[in-house]
């Protein structure tokens, strides 16, 4: 049987969900494909959206259009920003999701999207003519005939889960692996990587002791993720999360049965994320610390299971129930899942362009933990772009890319198909050059305009966008025009606030950048303001603030921009530039750069290199 459909994704995790639901929002009949529907938005790990830095990629998806912030502010359960004792640069929400209610809201917004339906099955085959995609084949042997296919299959190629010496050729929890896609990209052309990640035991909350653990509650006032939320209407009673720690009983259990852990005793064959290692990497890798934190988060309200967070682990199950036992509240503790290892196959995402297409096969992309990376907000990031980019392309306009100054999302692609990555990559915010600016707070005014352009953002969205954008800029001006002097009362205020005195008259703005003063503190001397969203107020604070810093940044954009606009003629041929070194060379022509800024982040491509690819360059475009 054959049906004809313009658009098929491979896989409903957080990158299926937002490519399918773009792509359907920009008018294309889009066809999702499932193992299983119960596996939608599925969180076979963490319960939780946002992080450090991840947080600041669900603002962007926002930004840009996708769901996932909605969905997240939906559904929470416990609500914290993070690193609030640090710098604006690197504040990051996070909230504990109630897994069920995450997946089933997200599945409820699939189903009722126009231009998009859902289909349980595995793709067999994706079917290319003359290097364009044509469609796919399900292991039932239907075809659905399209013009653009995006592969978003997360940690189900060839998966295999690891429990001691217990292997199961399954996805996450226990959930059908893909078995047959491999092999079929493999003729394609295209060359895999075998990577793994792992995730915790679940434990029975009934069978723990809270008391001899400290809570950790939400933050008093919650924040959103999505720009579109009102605040006033997700203030609720959170739940709460709870700390303890191991202790060396418990890294005694786990040195003496090291060989009987997959990932010591050599059945892992994958390389394993370096920045959420498993309890036994932690016990060998940093073993001078006589504890670590172990945090137990609610699944959800409706069941009583808890994620144990920082205690991930494929040991055998008798080795797993002794060690979560010695840790502090856990004495009694029963496990409801076993932690365990999983296997699967990605692909090397070098293969890709940054619009997250395949650069030889014309209508193909990939999304998501298929591409190297981890994480849910990494892999809807991803998705979102796939699936813009898949429409637009059959709009026949060009395909969205963002850069590294304009975005995290930026960052997380543009290090996914330019650098050499050979273990599951995490988002970090040491991994942006310009955080200063790619901060959560404003991800709204850096990508409206491009969410609204490539068609995901109304006219509406983005009217309302550029009056925040002018309140922003009119209250700037306000503040630094608006002078104050000397007189009694203001200094008694500086006084109150541990302020030095003034000499002569200063700007309101001059005032508000004094750390110890903040827009608040200063209605006192400033009678003459009007009534400002908060969302405004935030962003005129640390514009004032961070002004001196912020131009620095800006400046260094610029330079960044000069290099990212000298773009590479699609055609060039390497070969031809003689002076290359030969690593240069074969770097440049399996990566296929899009300007000079990215060819300057290849490894193996130095300086020297660039100066002349830049003669070079110069020479080809006069003949």
Do not use: W
């Not at 399996?590 to 100066?611: E, F, H, M, N, Y």
């Amino acid at each position: 049987m054959k049906t004809k459909t313009d658009i098929c994704v491979i896989g409903a995790g957080h990158a299926g969900c937002e490519a399918a639901l773009a792509a359907a929002r920009l008018g294309f009949k889009t066809i999702v494909f499932t193992v299983s529907i119960e596996s939608i938005a599925l969180m076979p790990c963490n319960p939780n959206i946002g992080g450090t830095s991840k947080g600041h990629l669900v603002r962007e998806i926002d930004a840009l259009g996708g769901e996932m912030a909605k969905n997240i502010d939906k559904t929470f359960i416990q609500s914290k920003m993070l690193n609030l004792s640090k710098g604006p640069a690197v504040h990051s929400l996070r909230a504990q999701a109630d897994k069920l209610a995450y997946s089933n809201t997200m599945r409820e917004i699939l189903e009722n999207q126009e231009n998009l339906s859902i289909k349980q099955g595995e793709i067999v085959d994706i079917l290319v003519e003359n290097n364009q995609v044509a469609g796919v084949k399900t292991f039932t042997g239907n075809i659905y005939e399209c013009k653009a296919v995006i592969i978003c299959t997360g940690t189900y190629l060839n998966a295999r889960c690891l429990c001691g010496e217990s292997i199961t050729n399954t996805g996450p929890n226990g959930l059908q692996a893909a078995t047959h896609l491999t092999g079929v990209l493999q003729k394609l052309g295209i060359n895999f990587r075998r990577f793994k990640t792992g995730t915790p035991a679940r434990m029975d909350k009934r069978s723990l002791d809270f008391s001899k653990m400290a809570p950790q509650p939400g933050d008093e006032k919650i924040i959103p993720f999505s720009f579109s939320t009102d605040p006033a209407a997700i203030q609720k009673e959170q739940a709460l999360c709870y700390l303890t720690y191991t202790n060396e009983k418990t890294h005694e259990i786990i040195r003496e049965n090291l060989n009987r852990s997959p990932m010591y005793s050599g059945l892992i064959e994958g390389t394993g994320t370096r920045y959420c290692p498993s309890i036994e990497d932690k016990i060998v890798k940093f073993a001078d610390k006589d504890r670590h934190q172990v945090f137990l988060e609610p699944e959800g309200l409706s069941t009583n299971e808890m994620y144990v967070s920082g205690m991930s682990s494929s040991m055998p199950e008798d080795v797993q129930i002794a060690m979560y036992r010695t840790v502090p509240g856990m004495e009694n503790c029963e496990i409801v899942r076993n932690a365990y290892a999983i296997e699967y196959d990605c692909i090397d995402p070098a293969q890709l362009n940054a619009t997250l297409r395949f650069k030889e096969i014309t209508g193909l992309y990939s999304a998501g933990q298929i591409n190297g990376s981890s994480g849910y907000e990494e892999a809807a990031a991803q998705g979102l772009i796939a699936g813009i980019n898949a429409a637009l392309s059959l709009q026949g306009r060009e395909e969205l890319v963002i850069d590294r100054s304009e975005a995290y999302i930026g960052v997380l692609i543009d290090d996914l198909v330019t650098k050499e990555n050979f273990e599951p990559y995490r988002m970090m915010t040491s991994r942006a050059e310009y955080r200063l600016l790619l901060r959560q707070d404003n991800a709204d005014l850096r990508l409206g305009e491009k969410g609204f352009i490539a068609g995901l953002k109304s006219a509406a969205e983005f009217e309302k966008l550029n009056k925040k954008q002018k309140s922003i800029q009119d209250e700037v001006k306000r503040l630094k025009e608006t002078r104050i002097g000397a007189a009694g009362y203001v200094q008694d205020f500086l006084v109150l606030h541990e302020s030095a005195p003034l000499r002569s008259a200063v700007s309101l703005a001059d005032l508000l950048s004094r750390p110890e003063l903040d827009y608040k503190k200063l209605e006192l001397l400033d009678k003459e303001r009007d009534l400002l969203p908060e969302d405004v107020v935030v962003q005129v604070e640390i514009e004032i603030k961070y002004e001196g810093y912020i131009e620095r940044q800006k400046r260094q954009v610029n330079q960044f921009k000069k290099m990212e606009n000298r773009k590479i003629p699609s055609e060039l041929n390497y070969d031809e530039v003689s002076s290359l070194r030969l690593e240069a060379r074969q770097k440049l022509k399996t990566l296929r750069p899009l300007s000079i800024g990215q060819a300057s982040r290849i490894s193996g491509v130095s300086p020297a290199d660039i100066a002349v690819l830049l003669v070079y360059m110069e020479q080809y475009r006069g003949r």
